[in-house]
Nanobody, 125 residues
Framework: QVQLVESGGGLVQAGGSLRLSCAAS????????MGWFRQAPGKQREFVAA????????YYQDSLKGRFTISRDNAKNTVYLQMNSLKPEDTAVYYC??????????????????WGQGTQVTVSS
């Protein structure tokens, strides 16, 4: 059983930065891929970024490349999402998720097995 706890969300002005963290417990963290997703009010949950268990492979939503960076520290059982140049349209609840099956990270919501509770990110204009 893996537990995921996100932190680092909050209110930020457009152009600002936030770093989200997701702490994992309950299973060897270095053995599974991790992803970040987000869900805005009235919209479907969408892929943001994903990282392989070694950290050597990363994927991003095309529109977020260059602004968002995913990373992980397996010694700390934590995955991060650095978000820069934030825009009001980045406002959403951000979720981290674990994929226990694939070493190559997936961009699909349905491929992830365990989810955190989410952290709210609000970007004001």
């Amino acid at each position: 059983q893996v537990q995921l706890v996100e932190s680092g969300g909050g209110l930020v002005q457009a152009g600002g930065s936030l770093r989200l963290s997701c702490a994992a417990s309950g299973r060897a963290f270095s053995t599974y891929a991790m992803g970040w997703f987000r869900q805005a009010p009235g919209k479907q949950r969408e892929f943001v970024a994903a990282i392989s268990w070694t950290g050597s492979t990363t994927y991003y939503q095309d529109s977020l490349k260059g602004r968002f960076t995913i990373s992980r520290d397996n010694a700390k059982n934590t995955v991060y999402l650095q978000m820069n140049s934030l825009k009001p349209e980045d406002t959403a609840v951000y979720y981290c998720a674990a994929d226990f099956l694939r070493n190559i990270p997936s961009t699909s919501v349905r491929d992830y097995d365990q989810w955190g509770q989410g952290t709210q990110v609000t970007v004001s204009s």
